[in-house]
């Protein structure tokens, strides 16, 4: 499980370090969104470490969602609902703190992890609503 977390942190760093195009005056939420999905679909998949593997991403209204797969694992394996609470502080705190989050944390832009297993069954999601990070 601790192995897992780390894993956790990690694919987050990469992906979010990934997601954020250059703006400028004229772009649009819509445009970033549109980029940002763009840039992790162009190198998805990709395997983050021995365990994890960012599948792919989408934009639904404001919010960009990741799709992980942690493929040596099966949702029978986890405590699904401590995995989402543990998962969830992990990356609320790095979309909220992270230099690279700070275009969506300034508009608004919810982000959204979801995990499945190596059956590709559903595990968890962990949702941050950046509206929230400036009460951490």
Same mark, same amino acid.
């Not at 969830?88 to 909220?96: E, H, I, L, P, Y």
């Given at each position: 499980m601790k192995k897992l977390l780390l894993s956790t942190i990690a694919?987050?760093? /990469? $992906?979010?370090?990934?997601?954020t195009p250059v703006q400028n005056e004229e772009t649009t939420i819509a445009d970033v969104l549109k980029?940002? /999905?763009n840039a992790i679909n162009k190198i998805a998949p990709q395997m983050v470490d021995s365990e994890t593997r960012?599948?792919?991403?989408? $934009? /639904?209204?404001?919010?960009l969602v990741y799709k992980y797969t942690l493929?040596?694992?099966?949702?029978?394996?986890?405590?699904t609902e401590k995995v989402q609470e543990i998962i %969830?502080?992990?990356? %609320?705190?790095? /979309?909220?703190t992270s230099p690279g989050m700070g275009y969506f944390v300034d508009n608004a832009i919810d982000i959204s992890y979801h995990y499945y297993d190596k059956d590709?069954?559903?595990? %968890?999601e962990a949702n941050v609503k950046t509206a929230d990070c400036s009460k951490i």
């Open positions: 694919l987050i760093m /990469v $992906a979010g370090c990934q997601s980029a940002s /999905v960012i599948d792919s991403s989408y $934009a /639904v209204e404001n919010k493929i040596n694992y099966s949702v029978d394996d986890f405590d %969830t502080k992990q990356v %609320t705190g790095f /979309v909220c590709s069954k559903y595990i %968890t």
